[in-house]
Each structure stands twice: as C-alpha cells, then as structure tokens.
C-alpha cells in the first residue's frame, strides 16, 4: 500500500497559492493510498492547463498530452493495456470546451476510465478567459461587457448521463477526503466515470470561490429522503441543480458491461501482453483468402 | 490470332454492379492462371455517374493498365461514347443492344475497324433471371464468351461469390450467365481475334490491392491497434483489419474523428502496443497536432495516408501524389518524422511491417504515404511476393520487464544519449515511473523551460534524424544502366513507369527509372550519386508542383531538368509517360 509521501513528487505545484488544484492532487494521492494503487499501476492521462500538470507534482505514471485530447489518448492506453487503471485529469476548457465529444463518446462506449475535471469556470492557463461551464454573463476579456459570456452554460453531468455514462459524480476541492472517496470508487467501477470538481481559481475567477461554494453545496446521500444513485431520473435533475443548492457526491452508478469487455481479442490477454507475436501459419492461411 | 494478351473495359453506373462483377470476372480469369491487373476509376457517389473498372490479363506478371481497351462491356450510353476511342481496331463493343447510342458514334466506331456485339443482356437478366441488376453478370459472362473463356471459371466464382445469399440466387445467376455466355460465343466469337485460354498447371496466386497489401503487412508485423475514421481511399485498411480483427489479436476502433482515432493510436502506443491509423488527406489533416505530440512524446504510431487529391476534399475518389511535402512539414516546430512511400503492392506489404519496426526503434511517427491508385488497383502476385519469412520484428530500445526488474537506479525516460534514442519503458512497471511529456521537458520527463534543458533534448530528438537516415533505403534503379533518360519519381509511379521503360526501350537503351520508397529522412548521397549517373533528368509526378523535385534540389543541390506532371485526378498511364518522354527528347 503506498503512503502519501510515496506518492510524493520530484517538484513542488507550479500552482498558485490556494488553487483548488491542490486539493484535487491531494484527493488523487489519497484515493490511491485508500485504495491501494501503487504508482506504477495506475496511469493519469492530462490534457493541457493548469490542472493537467497534476501528475508532474506527484509520483505516479503520467502522460501530459495536448488540450482536450486525454480522453481519446487515455481510451487507446486502456485499450491496449486494460490492465492499468486510467485516469484522466485536466480542465473544464479542456474537457468541456475542445474535449466535449471526445467525453460524451467514452461515455457511451463505457470505456472502463474515469475523469476528473477541476471546473473551474474559467481558463486559467491562459489567464482567465471565459469557459464552457461560465455562469451567462459572465465577463472576462474574450467575453466583454455589455453582455459578457453570450452562451448557456454546459452542463456536463446531464450530457454525461444521457450520453451513458455509468458513474457520475461531483467533488468539491475544498473536501480532498470527500472527493478522494469518489475518485477511489470511480477507479473501481467498471466503466466510465466523470468526475466534475468544482475547483475554485483564485486568481482569475472571483465569483465562484470556496465561500460560494461552500454555501451552497451538500451532499446528496445526506438530503431528507436519502438519496438512490441507481434512478436515472433523479439523477438527471440532481445534474441540473445549480444555483443556490448544489449537489456533490455520487449522482448516478449503475453496472453495464465495459467496451473492454465485448473484445474477443483482449479477453485473456491485453495487447501489451499479446505482445508482437504472430501466428505464421494463421498468416499464410490468411494469403489463401486473397487467391 | 492475339491470346492470353487483352484489356478488358468494364463501364456503367455506379449502383449496377460494376465494382464486385469486376472483382469476380478479374477472379476467374486469375485462377485460370493469367495475371491481372485491376484499375478502378469511380465517382465520390452511390448511384449514377460513370465508373468503370479496366482489367488487364496477360500471360506474363503485369505492373499497370494500359490506354488501350480490347474488350468494351458497356453498361450505359455514356461508357460507349466515353471509352470507344480506347478501343483500337480489332477490338469490340459488347453492349446491351436496347442501348440509345448515337448513329455518330456507331459510324465512328466503324471507322476504327472496331467491331460491334450487341448482346440482349437486360432481356437475358430480366426474363431468365428475374432482375435488372444481373445485367452485370449476363455481361462479364458475354466477355467470356466472345473470348471463348471456359465458362466453368465463371460458374465457380458465382458459385462461390453468390454462395453465401442462397441457393436462388446462385442459381439464377448461373443461367443468367450461362445464357449471355452463349449468345455473344455463338454470335460472336467466330468473328473476334482475341481469345483467352487457361494456363494448365498455372500456380495459384493471389488477387488484391494495395490497400489490403499493406493492412495484411501491418498484421503479419504484428500491429495490435487501428484507429479511423472512414475517408477514401485509406479506410478499406480500417475495414479489412476490423474484419479480422478477432482472429489475429488486434483491437480496431471506428472513432468518432480523425483527431479521437490518432490520439486512441498514440495512447495504445504509449502502452506499448503497435498501433496503425488509415487515413486520407483530409484526416491526416485533421491529425497533425497529435502528430506534434508523438514526436514531442517520442511516442511510435504509424499513420497510413492514402493520398487523395486536394486541397480540402478534393476528389474523394481519384489519384494524386500532393502531400510529400506536407507530409514532411506537418506540425509546428522541428522533430524527426519518417516517411515512406511504397509503389508496389509488394512494398506496401514491406510497408505495413517495417513502418512499426522504424516506429519503435525511433519512437517517433511513421507516415506511410500510398495513394489511390495503389489502394485501390489489384494485381496478381505470386504468394511468395508476400514474404512472411522476410518479416522482421524490430523493437529497437523497448526495455523488456526482465531487464526492467534488473534495472539499478532510476529510470529517466527521456535519457541523453549519443543516438538521440532513449530506452523506453512502457507504463506498468515499477521501476519505470515517469511521465510522458508534451511539453518541453528535462530528461526525466519534467516540464522545463531552462535554456540548458530545451537545447539538450532539442538536440537528442534532433540527432535520429540522423540515426533514421542510416534505416533509409537507397532508391531503386529500373532499366539499363547506360540509358542516357533518368526518370525519377516515387510512390506507384513505378508501376506505369515500368511499363513505359518496356516500351521505351523496345529498340535501344533509351530510359531509367529512379524510384524513391523511403522519403524521409531523405537519403540525399545515394539520390545524388544515382542522379550523377544520368545524362538526362525527368521528373515523373502525380502533382502539379514536383514537388520531388523540389525535396532533391533542397537535399541534394540536384535541380531536375524536365518534369512529366499530371494532376487531373487520374493516375499516369504507360503511354503518358512515354509521351511525356518522347516530347522531352524531341524537343
Ligand atoms: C489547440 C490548443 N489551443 C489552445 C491552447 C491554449 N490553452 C492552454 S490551456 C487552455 C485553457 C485552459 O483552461 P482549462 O482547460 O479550464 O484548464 P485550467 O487552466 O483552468 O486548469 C488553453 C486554451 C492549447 N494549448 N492548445
Ligand atoms: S490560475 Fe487559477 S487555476 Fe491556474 S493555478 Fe492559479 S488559481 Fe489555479
């Protein structure tokens, strides 16, 4: 079982002081040591932003790869080794602006992957352009007033729902032992899992900060009634809660077979395993095919 | 009397059939031992519009179609007055006699001494067999007959082709067919010279197309992984290796775009496993940011670009070789790509196996450029020409789990070396943790912006430009040395072109041919030295810019004289080429 400080990183986060980045980094590290993931067996696909550095700032397989793209990169390394965990982090841009189809068709394959998105309505990479998940109105310098942002925002847990996603849930930055919770469940369901974390930046969005938060959100197994994360239908209208109560925890985990598991030629061995090894009179029995 | 040597010209519209009676007729004639070579020309369209198929037999092993047409099976009007100037005298219309041809056209026609076999092939479909849509059939069985093939060849490709849709279906068929078979031998064959006879004892060989050529090589080199998304011509690769897919081992994804399809490849190759994307311009277009990130990342992937011609959509469904160049310069910034050109269905094979050897052991992205004409013409080759124990499996500086295991201090993932070619770990191992970067980055796989680190790892990615140029294959010379004309091109240029030295030097010594497989890196010495020896340079290109010509006078200095260029879409024919030839000599 790896420790925190195993899963300590060579460099110190780039991020600024009180970034919820920091609170996401520390809810992956504990979800692996809760869950028992060594470094070598879990491999975090980022795209490009602040938060897709996560896994320069921690011990653990990384792949930083291009904006918006850690979805499809992450679903071909799942595909060739299923045998690793894969995790795919990064931004709301990212994920929601460039990367949006690329989520909503790893939902409906339930690609066996999780991602966690740090949400936090806007870019900051980029310093604080407007994002997909921004409030209408929302001004910023690529939105300028009088209208600001022009746009509704996406809501991506509705489109995750309906798209087929098997697990769906939102995190808070500020509560790493609560998010590393899902996280660590995410990584054990079969199938794909998104993960929205509402991910406060300090810097650039002055609007929706730990105190916005923190006023407003609860967590769905604690509302009167407790809460069924298996009722598609309540799910649908938690994923569209926003406003004065938001909701966080696990929405929606329901069991469907994994696009991993309808492929004959993975079923035994992974493609790494199967290796580069050839049946040389399967293949001469293949040219007869072309006579 | 002419045997075992003719064209054959299959026209009509798209949606009667043409394309799989084709296939079938090219099939029957190949187990009758004769060799085939198989031209496709269609439209971007389902139905209606001209298509045709041209197929070529002959005794001897052929390399490309020729201008001239034999045998005209004309479905429609149009295939008529399209294609009977091809037909030189001597040679014959079969056609449906309800055909509205032009009186013009007819007496033109027998102008040319060529001869007319109307043949009642809606009848015979619609009366015997009960469909319009076996004209085709009535058709192709009318060609047998009028070249008095045995018709027990057609009946066994029906047979078989057939097999799987009932017995029905066989059986009408059969007697469509069998009818349209003797019509046109009892009317006709009397009166036609060319005739084609089985070879006994003829071994049997195989029939197919570049396209299924390299996907075969990229199985037989043990790739794992395909990704695409469908784009003529490069997306039957995908369809083939989806259709055997379970059987040898590989995972092979329809994604949901270009850019899903090469990041799904660069992943899987990450991990370790050979990963193919089929593509055409316009997806390769699509892919050129990942392509960045692979080289960055110093991850393998091959990309099989199956030229079309451009820009944007172009012409979905014809010839042109117009992304060398982009090929070579895609992407922001500077890193080694490599760049293979296969002209031959014998080296697209080569192609599809060697491109993943080059990949891994320069962990970087290979582009293999095909283009249409290649994909999609099919030529008899004998099952040796596909040599499967010529297969090497080449996995340059993969560290092995044992070695891994036995690995003493840490593993840095982007290592200096004087090669420029780091070791490689694949993820899963717990001695090999790192990550994998896009960013610029220190050796260890750290984003680092220092002058010292950008420059050194700059500096190692750059040094396998050199590494790779030692794996680059000199080109090939075709003809007689002495032969004072040297034509230089690249990818399946060679097949015409080597039809048109045949021809050219019938009499004397009077052309080379100089074909360049592997483009990049560029192997400038030997491309000089060939070029040294010639005593007149002719570019042969399927684009308007040369631009071949343009990569040798920037490798090597060498400024070609001449150039024979067509970009209309249609691949280079024999004759073209010695035409083209003919005029830089007499001018
Ligand atoms: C193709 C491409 N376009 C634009 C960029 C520039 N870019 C870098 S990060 C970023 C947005 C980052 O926002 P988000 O994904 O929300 O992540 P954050 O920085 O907020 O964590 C953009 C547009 C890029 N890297 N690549
Ligand atoms: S700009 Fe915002 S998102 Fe980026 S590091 Fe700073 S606080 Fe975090």
């Known amino acids: ?291 | 009397m002419p045997k075992n040597d003719l064209t054959f010209l299959l026209g009509g519209e798209a949606g009667q059939g043409i394309e799989s009676s084709a296939t079938g007729f090219a099939k029957a004639i190949a187990h009758a031992g004769l060799h085939i070579f198989d031209l496709r020309d269609y439209r971007s369209r389902i139905r209606g519009g001209h298509n045709f198929a041209q197929i070529r037999v002959s005794a001897e092993p052929l390399t490309s179609h020729r201008e001239t047409v034999h045998v005209l099976l004309a479905m429609t009007e149009e295939a008529v007055r399209r294609h009977y100037p091809q037909v030189p005298a001597g040679g014959a219309i079969l056609y449906d006699e309800a055909l509205p041809v032009e009186d013009a056209i007819w007496e033109a026609v027998q102008a040319r001494g060529v001869q007319r076999f109307p043949v009642p092939l809606r009848k015979i479909a619609e009366e015997i067999g009960g469909a319009v849509v076996m004209m085709n059939t009535a058709a192709t069985a009318a060609a047998a007959g009028v070249t008095r093939f045995p018709f027990s060849y057609i009946e066994e490709i029906i047979r078989v082709n057939f097999g799987k849709r009932g017995e029905a279906m066989v059986s009408a068929n059969l007697k469509v067919a069998d009818a349209a078979y003797r019509y046109a031998l009892e009317h006709y064959a009397g009166s036609f010279d060319h005739t084609i006879e089985p070879i006994p004892g003829a071994p049997p060989r195989m029939l197919l197309n570049g396209n299924e050529a390299f996907a075969f090589g990229a199985v037989a080199g043990g790739c794992r992984f395909a990704a695409g998304y469908p784009m003529t011509p490069g997306s039957p690769v995908l369809e083939w290796l989806a259709g055997h897919a379970n059987q040898y081992g590989l995972v092979v994804k329809h994604t949901e775009d270009e850019i899903a399809a090469i990041c799904m490849a660069v992943g899987a190759g990450h991990v370790g496993a050979r990963a193919l994307v089929p593509t055409s311009g316009g997806g390769f277009s699509l892919m050129v940011e990942a392509l960045g990130f692979a080289g960055m990342s110093e991850t393998p992937v091959v990309i099989y670009n199956a030229q079309r011609p451009g820009p944007s959509t172009g012409l979905p469904t014809r010839q042109e070789q117009g992304d060398l160049l982009f090929s070579l310069w895609a992407s922001q910034g500077e890193f080694l790509r490599v760049v293979l050109a296969p002209g031959t269905h014998e080296e697209a094979f080569e192609a599809g196996w060697r491109s993943f050897n080059l990949a891994e052991t320069y962990q970087t992205p290979v582009i293999v450029l095909g283009d249409h004409f290649l994909a999609t013409s099919s030529r008899t080759l004998e099952p040796e020409a596909l040599d499967l124990s010529a297969v090497q499996v080449e996995r340059g500086k993969l560290l092995s789990p044992a070695e891994l295991d036995a690995l003493e201090g840490e593993y840095y993932r982007y290592a200096i070396t004087e090669d420029g070619v780091s070791p490689r770990a694949v993820p899963g191992h717990p001695k090999a943790v790192y990550v994998g970067e896009g960013n610029e980055h220190d050796y260890q796989g750290r984003i680092a912006e220092e002058i010292e680190d950008r420059v050194a790892l700059n500096a190692k990615r750059l040094r396998k430009l050199e590494t790779a140029r030692q794996s680059m294959r000199p080109p090939k010379r075709y003809g007689p040395a002495e032969a004072p004309v040297m034509l230089v091109g690249w990818g399946s240029t060679v097949m015409p072109a080597l039809e048109a030295l045949r021809i050219l030097n019938a009499e004397r010594p009077t052309a080379q041919y100089l074909h360049i497989t592997d483009v990049w890196p560029f192997p400038a010495e030997a491309v000089a030295q060939a070029l040294g020896e010639a005593r007149v340079t002719i570019a042969v290109e399927n684009n308007a810019l040369g631009q071949m010509a343009r990569l040798i006078r920037q490798e090597t200095g060498i400024r070609l004289e001449h150039f024979i260029s067509k970009y209309d879409g249609r691949p280079f024919s024999p004759e073209y080429i010695v035409r083209g030839v003919r005029e830089v000599l007499h001018a």
């Open chain 1, 1 to 291: 079982m790896p420790s925190m400080k195993d899963l300590q990183g060579r460099d110190r986060p780039t991020w600024c002081p009180g970034c919820g980045d920091h609170g996401v980094l520390n809810a992956v590290k504990l979800a692996m040591v809760n869950y028992n993931i060594e470094p070598h067996q879990l491999l975090i696909v980022t795209g490009i932003g602040c938060g897709s550095k996560l896994p320069q700032y921690m011990w653990v397989n990384g792949l930083h790869t291009l904006h918006g793209r850690d979805i499809p990169i992450a679903t071909g390394a799942k595909l060739a080794n299923h045998k690793l965990y894969v995790m795919t982090v990064s931004g709301d841009g990212n994920t929601y602006g460039m990367g949006l189809s690329h989520l909503l068709h790893a939902a409906r394959r339930n690609i066996n992957i999780t991602s966690v998105v740090q949400n936090n309505q806007v870019y900051g990479l980029t310093k604080g352009q407007y994002s997909p998940t921004s409030e209408t109105g929302t001004v910023t310098k690529t939105s300028p007033p009088p209208a600001g942002a022009i746009e509704q925002p996406v809501r991506p847990l509705a489109l995750a729902l309906i798209a087929g996603a098997t697990f769906v849930a939102r995190g808070f930055a500020k509560d790493p032992r609560y998010l590393a919770d899902i996280i660590g469940k995410a990584l054990m369901h079969r199938g794909y899992a998104l993960i929205d974390v509402l991910q406060p930046c300090v810097t650039f969005n002055r609007v929706n900060t730990y105190d916005w938060y923190s006023e407003r959100v609860y967590k769905v197994e604690e509302q009167p009634g407790g809460y069924d994360p298996t009722d598609f239908a309540a799910a649908l209208e938690k994923a569209q809660e926003w406003g004065d109560r938001i909701p966080i925890g696990i929405l929606y985990q329901v069991e469907r077979p994994t696009y991993e598991d309808h492929l004959p030629a993975i079923r035994e061995q992974s493609l790494v395993e199967l290796g580069v090894h050839r049946d040389m009179a399967e293949l001469e029995r293949l040219k007869r095919e072309f006579m």
